[in-house]
């Protein structure tokens, strides 16, 4: 946490900001370690104050030790405001992503000295690195997603709904250790796998299809992200081919992974192979993103990313591949970035399972 405040105050300082509003609810949480649903944390120079509702009073003294605590029963905002310790305050940031169009009229009118900022990449580069608590809650959610794929892929069959391995899911995660669902878990097969982020429905696996199992848990509030596809039946051989090339796509991905490369060309590392076999158009999505206390996180590894990839992030690597006719393929493993390579977190098995 303090390590973070430095940084964020460093940051602060060179922007010419007094103060820094950060109201994204992971950022709060990386900031304080507040984990209620209502709060706001106020960087300034001197303090960090945290401003949450009266539901959080007991939750915030025992989590938010390391700064002072406003608990109200108005408006958060209002609340800052009456406090009165940003009376010489002239410049502040915000994170314009995550703060509504009332609140930021509520700011102008509530502070009229001051002028106001948007400053989004501050609150996110909160999250780029982790530390090793914070690495080991990720790897105990991934631990209790690899025991949950190995446990529900007994249950996939044909006749099988996909709504009812969704929930299989959800239950063994929580039976397994997990808080929650990190995202809601998707189930998707046949022509339904066309879809990336298609949500299980009451579709029935057929015989000869191949299946994406894509779920998470989380732990001390930190998520886990995996993705397996199963055949079930005997694949075609394109959906091998595809599998094959996925796998390998994956693979090198993984070996050349490291902190201090562009996210780009990470991305173009799996690219690459897919686009060399005459699939490059079918892989329909960036090659992964950041992972934490939200499931998506900075940075976002794809053709589009201008960012260094920092040693100390966690990142899925995910490619996959969607053909018309034939299905989806994608698998997906969390990766602890390091100066020399990657530490991959998950282990489920990723070879190709026939059921």
């Keep these: 946490m303090s ?14 900001m007094d103060a820094f509003f950060v109201s994204s609810l992971p950022n709060v949480r990386y900031l304080s370690g507040f984990s209620g649903s209502n709060g706001l944390c106020v960087v300034t120079g001197k303090e960090m104050v945290l401003v949450t509702d009266s539901r959080y009073a007991r939750q915030s003294r025992v989590e938010a030790r390391r700064c002072r605590r406003i608990v109200t029963s108005q408006g958060l905002i209002e609340a800052v405001a009456e406090d009165g310790n940003l009376k010489r305050v002239r410049n502040a940031g915000f994170e314009p992503d995550h703060i509504s169009y009332a609140q930021y009229r509520s700011l102008k009118r509530l502070f009229p000295g001051v002028t ?90 057929k015989h000869g299809e191949m299946a994406i199992l894509d779920f998470g848990t989380t732990c001390g509030g930190f998520c886990s992200d995996l993705t397996r596809t199963v055949a079930v039946g005997k694949p075609s051989s394109r959906a091998r081919e595809m599998y094959a090339l996925v796998l390998e796509a994956h693979g090198a991905a993984i070996a050349a992974a490291r902190g201090g490369m562009m996210a780009r060309d990470l991305d173009a590392v799996a690219r690459g192979i897919l686009r060399r076999a005459g699939y490059g158009r079918y892989f ?48 997906e493993d969390d990766v602890l970035l390091t100066r020399t390579g990657c530490r991959v977190l998950t282990g489920a098995p990723r070879e190709l399972m026939i059921l």
Excluded: C, W
């Excluded at 900022?117 to 790897?139: F, M, Q, S, W, Y």
């Excluded at 249950?155 to 996909?162: D, F, N, Q, T, Y």
């Design 3 to 16: 390590t973070r405040l430095a940084r964020l105050r460093q940051e602060m300082h060179e922007r010419g």
């Design 116 to 205: 106001f900022l948007g400053h989004g990449d501050l609150g996110e580069d909160l999250a780029l690195t982790k530390d090793p608590a914070e690495v080991e809650n990720i790897r105990k959610s991934a631990g209790i997603s690899d025991r949950v794929f190995m446990e529900v892929v007994s249950l996939i069959r044909p006749g099988v709904k996909e709504v009812e391995l969704a929930a299989e899911i959800s239950y063994l995660q929580k039976r397994h250790g997990g808080e929650r669902d990190a995202f809601e878990p998707i189930v998707a097969s046949g022509e339904r796998a066309l879809l990336p982020h298609a949500r299980a429905t009451g579709k029935r696996i």
């Design 284 to 331: 329909v999505h960036s090659l992964g993103h950041g992972l934490g206390l939200s499931i998506h996180e900075r940075p976002r590894v794809s053709p589009l990313s201008r960012e260094e990839l920092r040693s100390g992030s966690v990142i899925t690597i995910e490619p996959g591949l969607y053909v018309p006719g034939v299905g989806g393929v994608r698998i």
